[in-house]
T-cell receptor, first 113, second 116 residues
Framework: DAKTTQPTSMDCAEGRAANLPCNHS???????VYWYRQIHSQGPQYIIH???NNETNEMASLIITEDRKSSTLILPHATLRDTAVYYC??????????????FGTGTRLQVTL | GAVVSQHPSWVICKSGTSVKIECRSL??????MFWYRQFPKQSLMLMAT?????????EQGVEKDKFLINHASLTLSTLTVTSAHPEDSSFYIC????????????FGSGTRLTVV
């Protein structure tokens, strides 16, 4: 399984962009990078995922380096409601139609006024 | 779309009793569901993978006789914590994936279990 490394915590001022880094230097060619977040005492929420191209949706942007050994999740205009633990996950392929997700320790993002 | 409902959201039970937690996919069929456990200030730990119509696959170190998983239909998986003890107190979360592979996985809202 490709492991990920994320900073333990980060702070961001409300209205500013939050850039959350993730290292996954042992990622395999067919593994995807997923980002989830977990607000306190809730289930994780899917944010975005990608293979090698940069991706953008209504929540965030995902920038993956050309060698795929790291990525950055960008929340363009952070709000207080974005305060959560953000998990960068590399999907482990399994036989069948689904792959399990293994969570690391994540980054605790604190958005402040 | 892709809503997963988990019930109950919290439960308190006495030591030695069993507790059942339900995980339902409301608007899609989930051939595979996953069960996680999370202790305070820790990350989610995968317990088992539940496949519709077949036996669950448990992660190393998870007691299959203690954590019974049943995935009898494409929209329902249940986790039963048998003979619960205080050390089983935790936050249990289920997740479901839609057939076809590469979709974002949807998580339930979690169940806070307290064993007294």
């Amino acid at each position: 399984d490709a492991k990920t490394t994320q900073p333990t915590s980060m702070d961001c001022a409300e209205g500013r962009a939050a850039n959350l880094p993730c290292n996954h230097s042992t990622i395999s060619g067919n593994e995807y990078v997923y980002w989830y977040r977990q607000i306190h005492s809730q289930g994780p929420q899917y944010i975005i995922h990608g293979l090698k191209n940069n991706e953008t949706n209504e929540m965030a942007s995902l920038i993956i380096t050309e060698d795929r050994k790291s990525s950055t999740l960008i929340l363009p205009h952070a709000t207080l409601r974005d305060t959560a633990v953000y998990y960068c996950i590399v999907r482990v392929p399994l036989t069948g139609t689904a792959s399990k997700l293994t969570f690391g320790t994540g980054t605790r993002l604190q958005v402040t006024l | 779309g892709a809503v997963v409902s988990q019930h109950p959201s919290w439960v308190i039970c006495k030591s030695g009793t069993s507790v059942k937690i339900e995980c339902r996919s409301l608007d899609f069929q989930a051939t595979t569901m996953f069960w996680y456990r999370q202790f305070p200030k820790q990350s989610l730990m995968l317990m088992a993978t539940s496949n519709e119509g077949s036996k669950a696959t448990y992660e190393q170190g998870v007691e299959k006789d203690k954590f019974l998983i049943n995935h009898a239909s494409l929209t329902l998986s249940t986790l039963t914590v048998t003979s619960a003890h205080p050390e089983d107190s935790s936050f249990y979360i289920c997740s479901a994936s839609r057939p076809g592979g590469n979709y974002g996985y949807t998580f339930g809202s979690g169940t806070r279990l307290t064993v007294v």
